[in-house]
């Protein structure tokens, strides 16, 4: 407790239901939550007297009863508007006779206790200031100190009768920080290094957290602690950390965000290749331009897959007839899918074909995005993306929409990208990732009485990047991996599925000039697999992501639909 007559209440701000990363409070960094690494922080600020999680009363937020009750917080939950920011926190600030009220966002993991001390501290200390402002140090650089705001009770209550538009109640109390003549700031400079060059160091997507996982165990392996001061010095050593997430959208106060589909086929005969180029398109759309995006799927492990990514998953498919719902999911029908968003993109398995008019039954209202095919089910959209180079004869008969394809939208996935460059030892010497039994087989025997070190997928794999990373020689059907085994510098060998299949894997070898080692069947495996163990690949091009390329399109398609 201070021992001060002006009571000061730090208010939590939590809700589960973020667009972009659902539940993101509730995941780990380390072995420790986002929130419990809040809470336990603040609890240790002498100048703060009370910690309260503040939350809203709608059911994705169940949990955080849960949790208060186990670990012994102190819960405020609103019962009013769910998007009344304002009016729930100065709610919040009445019902605990706040004074001095701390708004910290429960998505910034970094809350750093000696500086939130030093801030509440020099409030009471001038008691005409109505919030804290934090200068920059004596090097010019900002305080990357985030989810901290301090003011005062009366600036609150102030704020809630002036915030009369929505988007000044949807926010975190916005109109004290546009209107300088209605409220006075007490500008303050901390003691402790936590300045430095701006960067967003709070939890929105998959990239964030992806960063904080970097950072946290960057300083494990080097024995320190993971908190702001270490942080800061650490992206100062290695400002290359930055570009984990310095891609990242903020969002503005008012701005449009729009609704993304993914109808993709995985799992089952179709396996998870269409999944994984997906997830990473869908991922950059949250983290480029700010969209929330749904999968629709019919395969418990790939629904498993974009869930921990922070994707909602409706339980379907297109054109087909979808798999049997576990109970825990609930079936989406057909003519529904697309309801309530404002972009579809589909990704379906190239042994299919939709029926004419399947655009239409869909219902979408919005534009829809094909990827990877230029036929009769591509012609109902309105764009094709080919995330590579694709040798397919033109479809003359057709009217077809635009094409995005090339070398520079190939998709190279953040769990690839970050082996790039890399001295790994390349101890496997073929990894296949084959759906035929019998191909499979011959390849095992083949290694075996070649003495080659082979591994052989059957499905999908946990640890698939760093065996790529690890392997020689990458065989398989053709297809988006290509470009990432090309971009670790292991051989692409084809098995092709189909003519369409060997057209594009020639293709792919005559872009990137490399020699054509394709199997056309068992009896010329063995001398295939050898010409591309001898080749190397030293003069082979560099191949950048062209994942932000495809994104760029799909907001440039979005922006002129009408």
């Keep these: 407790m201070s021992g001060t007559t002006e009571k000061a209440v730090a208010f939590v701000v939590t809700r589960l239901s973020s667009s972009r990363l659902p539940r993101k409070q509730l995941r780990s960094i380390g072995d420790v939550s986002v929130l419990d690494r809040i809470m336990s922080e603040l609890a240790e600020v002498e100048a ?20 208060a009750e186990e670990r012994g917080w102190t819960l405020f939950w609103y019962e009013g508007e769910v998007d009344d920011v304002v009016g729930r926190l100065h709610n919040a600030a009445q019902s605990f006779a706040a004074e001095i009220c701390l708004l910290i966002s429960a998505d910034c993991p970094l809350v750093h206790g000696p500086s939130v001390g030093e801030l509440v501290a020099a409030m009471r200390a001038e008691p005409q200031a109505d919030y804290v402002g934090m200068l920059p140090d004596e090097r010019g650089r900002v305080s990357l100190l985030e989810g901290v705001h301090v003011a005062r009770s009366r600036a609150w209550h102030r704020a809630d009768a002036m915030s009369d538009r929505p988007e000044l109640r949807e926010h975190q109390f916005p109109v004290i920080y546009q209107r300088p003549d209605a409220f006075t700031r007490l500008d303050v400079r901390l003691s402790t290094a936590v300045y430095g060059e701006p960067h967003r160091l709070s939890i929105d997507t998959w990239a964030d957290l992806e960063f904080m996982h970097t950072l946290h165990e960057r300083l494990k392996s080097e024995g320190k602690v993971f908190d702001l001061p270490a942080v800061v010095g650490l992206l100062e050593a290695e400002p290359l950390l930055r570009s984990l997430n310095s891609h990242v959208h903020q969002r503005r106060l008012v701005e449009t965000v729009h609704k993304v589909l993914f109808i993709v086929d995985a799992g089952g005969p179709f396996g998870y290749g ?35 990514c922070g994707f909602r998953v409706l339980w379907g498919a297109l054109g087909r007839q979808a798999t049997v719902a576990p109970r825990s999911r609930s079936s989406v029908a057909f003519s529904e899918l697309a309801h309530g968003h404002d972009l579809v993109v589909v990704d379906l398995s190239a042994r299919r074909d939709l029926q004419p008019g399947w655009r239409e039954r869909l219902t979408a209202d919005c534009p829809v995005v094909v990827i990877d095919r230029e036929d009769s089910t591509a012609a109902e959209a309105d764009l094709i993306v080919c995330p590579g180079i694709t040798g397919r004869p033109a479809q003359s008969a057709l009217s077809m929409p635009p094409v995005a394809s090339g070398l520079e939208f190939a998709i190279i996935r953040r769990e690839i990208r970050r082996y790039i460059g890399l001295d790994i030892d390349k101890d496997i010497d073929v990894l296949v990732y084959l759906h035929d039994e019998v191909e499979r087989d011959a390849v095992s025997r083949l290694a075996a009485a070649q003495g080659w070190t082979a591994v052989v997928l059957t499905g999908f794999r946990e640890g698939f990047p760093e065996l790529l990373a690890r392997s020689k020689v990458f065989l398989s059907g053709y297809g988006q991996t290509f470009y990432e085994a090309l971009a670790l510098r292991t051989f692409p060998v084809a098995w092709p599925l189909s003519a369409l299949h060997r057209a594009d894997a020639e293709a792919f070898y005559a872009a990137v000039a490399l020699p054509k080692y394709i199997v056309a069947d068992v009896g010329g495996l063995a001398s295939v697999l050898q010409g591309a163990l001898n080749e190397r690949l030293a003069d082979a091009p560099k191949l950048t992501d062209g994942t932000p390329a495809i994104v760029q399109r799909l907001a440039e398609l979005r922006k002129t639909w009408a």
Excluded: I, K, Y
């Design 48 to 67: 703060v007297d009370q910690v309260v999680l503040a939350t809203v009363a709608e059911p994705d937020n169940e949990p955080l009863r849960v949790l």
């Design 274 to 308: 269409h999944l994984m180029r997906c997830r990473e398109l869908a991922g950059q759309v949250v983290e480029r331009l700010g969209w929330p995006v749904t999968f629709v799927l019919d395969d418990e492990h790939a629904a498993q897959s974009v869930e921990a």
